[in-house]
């Protein structure tokens, strides 16, 4: 069994604490024996050896057939590769970069950075996208499984802590086939599954002891923002129920002796002009499902991309917003670099 000792906060020099008592809680959760790893660390390992992950990739690619893969359940046979979704992307993925990413979140990224796939397209149409030429666009290529496999053995011989899957609701058969393989050949860091929280709960429950990080976004709890503003129906019931689902299967956040994270959940909040974020019933949610859960309350939101066209999305937020949504997060872990 791996244990892992108590790290004191204050010996936790990457995290930024602020004066603001929205941070005066902040603490780390550790791995504790309570999981007792089932032997295995990463969880993967587990269900590969008792031949339930290859199973996991039958059920998922079966999904492929009238898809289902995602919450627009459009029902196209991605399996054929002419055809594709409401995402653009049929039978294999499509891979916009990939390298050791030093911009994430402390725990995230470590000393070594998190080994982040981007994957083309999305299963959102948000018209304030950063990544909008990859999201949007499809920048990328092709990969079949075998590729997508060595990208995860590469990225593991960088020395990063973890594989950080970007944008991969629409494409977790394509990934699920490709860790089959990556594991065979030699793959033993955790996944980090890194998502918008637009995620069907049928596909988060074949995740469920493969996954041992969910980096979730949590945008609005508006159902007309998640239309107007990200193009979906019913985002927010959607999203809290994915989040839900995620928290069920890892729990909050845990780090180790380095505070890097090992397993849990930690949701991401980018906060928009105009209260168009919804922070308060955010947060009010998130407090149901653990009072002190691990989130970030982030302030860079910028213009892009169609943002322009709405003029309450079309500046960046002020000191007093991001105050205000402080106050509003105060009790959770905040994670702030």
Known sequence: MITFTYFPLELTPPFTLQTSTAFLNLRLFLFRNKFNLMNKYPSYLNLYESGELEKRVEKAL???????????????????????????????????????HFGEEFPIRGYRGSGTIFFSYCNMRCVYCQNYDVSHLGAGRIM?????????????????????????????????EALLIAVERGLRIPIVYNTSSFDSLETLKLLDGIVDIYLADLKYLNKEYGRKYSKVKDYPSVAKEAIREMYRQVGNLEVDERGIAVRGLLVRHLVLPNDISTTKEVMEFLRSIDPKLAVNVMKQYHPYY??????????????EEYKKALEEAQGFTLIVD
């Open 144 to 176: 079949k499984p075998e590729d997508l496999a060595e990208v995860m053995l590469e990225l593991q011989d960088y020395g990063c802590h973890n594989i950080n899957l970007v944008s991969p609701s629409h494409v977790v058969p394509q990934i699920l």
């Open 306 to 319: 169609k943002a322009w066209d709405y003029p309450e999305l079309s500046r960046r937020i002020t000191e």
């Open 62 to 100: 079966n999904m492929l057939e009238k898809c289902k893969v995602c919450p627009h359940t459009c029902g196209v046979n991605r399996l054929e590769d002419d055809k594709k979704g409401y995402c653009k992307v049929g039978r294999y993925a499509v891979v916009a970069d990939y390298f050791p």
